[in-house]
């Protein structure tokens, strides 16, 4: 890639970023025992990244001929009309290797294949499960980065993910239980935890038979870290990308305000090794590091991207990512979650009289421009005087980010991290998030009952 | 690629095979803060193949090497188990010279395209200088497709489509999102349209946590389909039984007023396709009659198990195996002009938030307003703030008062305003 960053250069692009993918991947799917996929595949993608005259484009193919990529990225350019400057960074050279215990091309596909079959046996334990399906991903990714700052990148990744929905059945009602695990890692995220997780998702399965609906209204609700983890990311994460303070579409403002209670502080953290949300270099060739987003209530930081650091002469922070080399890096989360407190589950169980506990998570979204965000939680149990009654499911819950920051005083100390999927703009990527329990003093519930 | 690959497959005596070929053109304008802000474009082109070996099926793909993708489909499958379900690869002897592309969108070029985002960024500024567009993108696509396989199967498919979505912003803290996408070259005039919601959104209120009646716009009631009607009639959940509908075959499920309609063939409509992405040439199929359900939708993996035709439904891209999807969704119009003016006192909801996390199999919901407004005796209050919608799709079909004499699209569904009896509001 060398001799084309001086092409770029001859070009006269003041700066030129080039970069290679190259992927295998193995899928296997099973419904009910049935092998519905086995799979592998490869992939490649070459891209160029050139800024002319403060004006930027990208191109990209399979066809790792970088002279034509540089060539349409320059034409491209052409086309823009926003100047654009980078702070510089110094230059670098750094390989990248995730670490596992059990290497995924150590063990064959069919080995892979009859470990996924051997959780099958379980269902036969769950008589109201009338269907079981696994979906089962893993692949090896080597990706290459080189600018013209002589910042020269490469990761040697691994990434293991694998999700599991259970169907239960009882007369005409039918109900549903999901649960994944992913992240940069070997084998071993397989080896050791999805013989837990079926058990897990079978009975959850079953019990979600017996569940009701919640009682819509405003109540207190106690969350745990699934659902606390979704609440960092979507209310506070999202609203905190640089992106969206420039544009002037996010609620949170101004560094140094006061946006939420004192006990509350919440983090983006790249460097946590291993995580589906690990960023050891950004999609820009910047470190990840550790970002306080609001510590203790104050707004301390913003995510970004090198454009965004620039325009606010401030530091990139490592978020600028993109879902593949064909799509521009914007400000992302990586793993964001809220730091432990000093309380814990038991304190804030019994300080409830009249609310619910809420669990697992089916996903949420917020607009940030207003501040109101919805999440839905998988399943949960309503409170009475501080002890859990019933359970409940897919209990929406609705609030504004800056009137809820303030209502979260008592959170425990027992934080735990869930891998996940973020979409913004079209572009998906791989994000963590997490929390302790906590609690919400005051929260819209969404319920049918 | 695709005729290299037939050699190779064919010199390998391979009796069971299906190729995809699939070249995609991309091209992509992003804007912030009423500037054009970034360009892309790019090419993206690969082979997936499927085999069938011993009853057993296995898949590859790949964006390089043809003959390295065939021999690891054969070492897949060979690994796999057998699938009792499996008959064969597409049997279709049908074809079809449907345009699911226009001549126009196809041969429009970047100028033209960069001319399209800057005149939609000076009709804003020009209509209303304190109006915003946050950010925004327009995309082109073009994409080709091949198909061949054993039973003779040997088609392509040109599609070309091209989207445009827009965030506006007024005051800093009021925001519409607006999205089109079409077949047809884009028109910015429908700028002005965006600009009224936006406007219209400005003093929004509070509402009351109580039961009233419900207007869904086909983009929030789009938007819950896709997420629960889908699963629902999606041939592979049917003869898993995880569909609510599995064995509603020929009763009523929806109020009678409803007709639902996939349709594959109609031009002009976004998904309208030749073939689908197997190579069945696509059809009418109707899936409500009068409230009355009619049929599934299945792709030939699902159709052939329980011996029945594929509808033409099978979606995929060269990377991934078959799934089915529907068409074009179409539901009927009704004889409401206004229906507004129906309500006596309601909420009409345009847009919704977390419509991706509701229950798929149940069709319960609990979901955030993103853009509502309040009804008092048929006529607009104003626009709500911090409220939810909390239901269940299936009932709420069954319970409609209204709907309005007027088609509108979104991602795929063209139906009517709709008016349903009874909604829980969750406000203050």
Not at chain 1, 372 to 392: D, R, T
């Amino acid at each position: 890639m060398e001799k084309f960053i001086s092409y770029g250069e001859k070009k006269g692009c003041s700066y030129t970023e080039l970069k290679s993918y190259k992927s295998i991947r193995n899928t296997i799917e099973v419904v009910d025992k049935n092998v519905k996929e086995l799979s592998s595949s490869e992939a490649s993608l070459y891209s160029a990244r050139v800024i002319l005259n403060g004006s930027e484009g990208l191109s990209y193919s399979n066809k790792d001929n970088f002279k034509e990529l540089i060539d349409n990225a320059v034409k491209l350019a052409k086309i823009q009309d926003k100047k654009i400057k980078f702070n510089p960074l110094k230059k670098i050279n750094v390989k990248i290797k995730t670490k596992y215990k059990i290497n995924i091309v150590d063990i064959n596909l069919e080995d892979k294949k009859k470990n996924i079959l051997n959780l099958f046996n379980e269902k036969k334990n769950y008589k109201k499960i009338s269907s079981l399906k696994f979906i089962y991903r893993d692949s090896k990714t080597k990706f290459d980065f080189l600018n013209s700052e002589n910042r020269k990148i490469s990761w040697d990744d691994s990434a293991v993910r694998y999700v599991a929905y259970s169907y239960a059945k009882e007369g005409s009602r039918i109900e549903s239980f999901i649960d994944t695990r992913s992240g940069h890692k070997g084998y071993e995220l397989f080896k050791n935890e999805s013989d837990k997780m079926i058990k897990y998702v079978l009975s959850m399965g079953e019990e979600m038979l017996k569940s009701k609906n919640a009682k819509a209204g405003n109540y207190p609700v106690m969350v745990n870290h699934h659902l606390g983890g979704v609440f960092a990311h979507e209310a506070v994460g999202h609203a905190c990308e640089a992106d969206a303070v420039l544009q002037g579409s996010s609620v949170i403002k101004r560094l140094g305000n006061r946006v939420g209670s004192e006990n509350i502080t919440i983090i983006d953290d790249k460097t946590i090794e291993g995580n589906n949300g690990w960023v050891p270099y950004d999609d820009e060739g910047v470190k990840g590091e550790r970002t306080i987003l609001i510590q203790n209530g104050f707004l301390k930081g913003y995510l970004h991207n090198r454009e965004t650091a620039s325009e606010m002469n401030m530091n990139p922070t490592g978020n600028g990512r993109s879902m593949d080399l064909s799509q521009r890096a914007i400000p992302r989360m990586s793993t964001t979650f809220v730091d432990n407190g000093d309380s814990n589950y038991n304190e804030i169980l019994h300080s409830i009289k009249d609310g619910y506990y809420l669990l697992g998570t089916l996903g949420g979204q917020v607009n940030p421009t207003t501040g109101e965000f919805l999440f839905n939680a998988q399943h949960g149990y309503k409170i009475i005087n501080g002890e859990l009654k019933y359970l409940v499911k897919n209990v929406g819950l609705t609030g504004n980010i800056l009137k809820t920051l303030n209502e979260i005083n008592l959170i425990g100390k027992d934080l735990k991290f869930n891998g996940g999927t973020c979409g913004k703009a079209g572009q998906w990527v791989p994000v963590s998030d997490g929390a302790p329990t906590f609690k919400i003093d005051n929260a819209r519930v969404g319920g049918s009952e | 690629m695709i005729e290299k690959a037939l050699k190779y497959i064919k010199s390998l005596k391979i009796k069971d095979y299906e190729l995809f070929f699939m070249d995609n053109n991309s091209l992509s304008i992003l804007i912030s803060k009423n500037k054009v802000d970034f360009v892309s474009q790019g090419k993206i082109s690969g082979l997936g193949v499927r085999v069938f070996i011993n009853g057993k099926l296995g898949f590859s793909s790949t964006t390089d090497n043809y003959k390295r993708c065939i021999d690891t489909a054969i070492k897949v499958a060979k690994l796999s188990e057998k699938d009792n379900k499996f008959k064969s690869f597409l049997r279709e002897k049908g074809k079809s010279n449907l345009k699911a592309y226009s001549k126009k969108l196809l041969n429009l070029e970047i100028d033209e395209a960069k001319d399209y985002v800057k005149n939609y960024i000076s009709l804003v500024k020009d209509t209303n200088p304190k109006v915003n567009i946050s950010e925004g993108s327009y995309n082109k696509g073009v994409s080709n497709i091949s198909i061949i396989n054993s039973e003779g199967l040997n088609i392509s498919i040109l599609k070309a489509s091209n989207s445009s979505s827009v965030e506006m912003i007024v005051n800093n803290d009021i925001n519409v999102a607006v999205g089109r996408h079409e077949i047809n070259p884009l028109d910015y005039n429908l700028g002005k349209d965006d600009i009224k919601r936006l406007l219209n959104l400005r003093n929004r209120q509070h509402i009351e946590t109580k039961d009233m009646e419900l207007i869904l716009h086909p983009e929030a009631l789009a938007d819950i389909m896709n997420n629960t009607f889908e699963f629902a009639i999606d041939g592979e959940n049917v003869n898993m039984k995880k569909s609510i509908l599995h064995n509603k075959l020929g009763s009523v499920v929806f109020d009678k007023k409803i007709n639902i309609i996939d349709d594959g063939i109609t031009t002009g409509l976004i998904n309208t396709t030749p073939y689908d992405n197997e190579g069945k040439v696509t059809k009418k199929n109707v899936l409500v009659k009068n409230g009355i359900l009619k049929s599934f939708l299945y792709d030939s993996y699902n159709a052939y198990y329980i011996k029945k035709k594929s509808t033409g439904n099978c979606s995929r891209g060269f990377t991934t195996t078959p799934s089915i999807a529907p068409n074009n969704i179409v539901i009927n119009k009704g004889s409401s002009k206004d229906i507004i003016k129906e309500v006596k006192e309601g909420i009409y909801v345009r847009s919704l938030i977390g419509t991706h996390t509701m229950d798929s199999t149940t069709g319960d919901f609990s979901l955030g307003v993103m853009e509502g407004h309040y009804i008092k005796k048929g006529e607009i209050k104003n626009a709500v703030k911090d409220c939810m919608i909390a239901g269940n799709f299936f009932k709420l079909m069954k319970d409609i008062k209204a709907m309005e004499n007027k088609i509108e699209h979104s991602e795929g569904y063209y139906m009517p305003k709709i008016l349903f009896n009874k909604i829980k509001v969750i406000g203050k």
